[in-house]
C-alpha cells in the first residue's frame, strides 16, 4: 500500500514533527540544571518550533492530510496536538471550515464577523482591529478554552455542550460526523497526558518556560494571520490575502509564502502553489493586489503597503466547492 497520499516530501514535517516532541522532552528533563543561557535559549526554541509548527506543519497537515491510512493520520493528528498545544483536528475545523469559507470577511448586519479570525473582528468604521490587539487579545481566553478542553477528565476530554462554535463546524455526515469528534477526544487525550508527563519531568519548566512560551507562540500566529490578510480585499478572491515570494524563505516554509493561492485552492498540496500561482496568473495580473516585500511574521515592516479594503468592494465569486474537491484530489 502506498503510504504517502500526496508527496514523499512530506516525511520532512514528518521528522520536525518527531523531532520537536523529542527537543521538548529534552528541555524539560534538563531543566533544573540548566543555566541561565540555556534556559533563554530553550524558551525561544519552544516559541519557535511551536509558530512553525502551527502556521506550516500542522496548517499544511489540516489542509491535505499526508497518509493515505486514516490510522497514521490519527496518530499524526495526535502527536502534533502535544506540540501545538491543541486539538490539530479542531484546528482543522475552525481553520478550514470557518477561516477559508468566509475568507477574512468584513462585519455583517448584525456587526459580527462570519470568520472568527477576522482581522475586521473588534476594527472601527472598517478597518481592520489593530495588531496588538488583534494578537494578545484572544490568547488568554484561548490559553482559558485550551485548559478547559484539556482537563475536561470527567467528560473524557469529549467535545463539551459549551463549544457550540466548534460542534456548528462538524460534517454532516452522521459517520464522519463521529470520527471527527472522536479525534478531538483523542488529540485531547494526547494532549493531557503529554502535560502530565511534562509536569512530572519538570513542574518549573511547564510554569516557567512551556506555558509563558505558548502564549507568546499563540501571539506570534496571530501576528502572522493578521499581516497575510491586512490591506486586502476580502470581497475579491484574487485579492482577498497577501503573499511573499522569497525563494528562502518558501524553501524553508514549503510554500507557505503562497498565501493568496492558498486562498484560491485551499485544498491543493503545498507542492502544488507554484503551479496554482502560475494557471491563475492572467486572473492575478487583471486585479489590484498585495504582494508582499517581507514574510507575513514581518509584515509590519511593510510599510507602504497598499489599502485595497478601503476602496470600492470588487466582489468576485469563488468556485464552486467541488473544484476545490478536485483540485485537492480528494
Known sequence: ??????????????????AQFGIMLLLAIRWETSSLPGRATGFALVVFMTVYNIIVVSHLFTHAHWFNSPMLNLL???????????SVQAYELTHVRNHHRYNNDRPGPDGETKDASSTFRDGVNGEHAGPMHYAFFGVVATLLNIGRALFAVHRLWRVGEHEQDLMTLLAKSPAKR????????LDRM??????????????????LCYI???????????????????????????????SYYGRVYNLLT?????????????????TQMPRVRSEFRDKLNEVERIVSPVPALFGAFDRNRK???RQRPVIVQPEPKKLYKAAAGR
Open 1 to 18: 500500500m502506498k503510504i504517502w497520499k500526496h508527496s514523499k516530501r512530506d516525511v520532512i514535517m514528518l521528522l520536525l514533527s518527531f
Open 76 to 86: 499524526l493528528s495526535m502527536l502534533n496536538s502535544i506540540n501545538i498545544g491543541q
Open 178 to 185: 463521529r470520527w471527527e469528534l472522536r479525534q478531538v477526544q
Open 190 to 207: 494526547a494532549q493531557f497526558v503529554a502535560f502530565c508527563v511534562f509536569l512530572a519531568l519538570s513542574w518549573q519548566w511547564v510554569v
Open 212 to 242: 509563558p512560551a505558548f502564549f507568546l507562540a499563540l501571539a506570534l500566529v496571530n501576528i502572522q494571520n493578521y499581516y497575510e490578510h491586512y490591506g486586502a480585499a476580502p470581497e475579491n478572491r484574487y485579492a482577498n490575502s497577501v
Open 254 to 270: 514549503f510554500n507557505d509564502g503562497y498565501h493568496q493561492e492558498h486562498h484560491i485552492r485551499p485544498l491543493t498540496h503545498w
Open 307 to 309: 489599502q485595497l479594503h
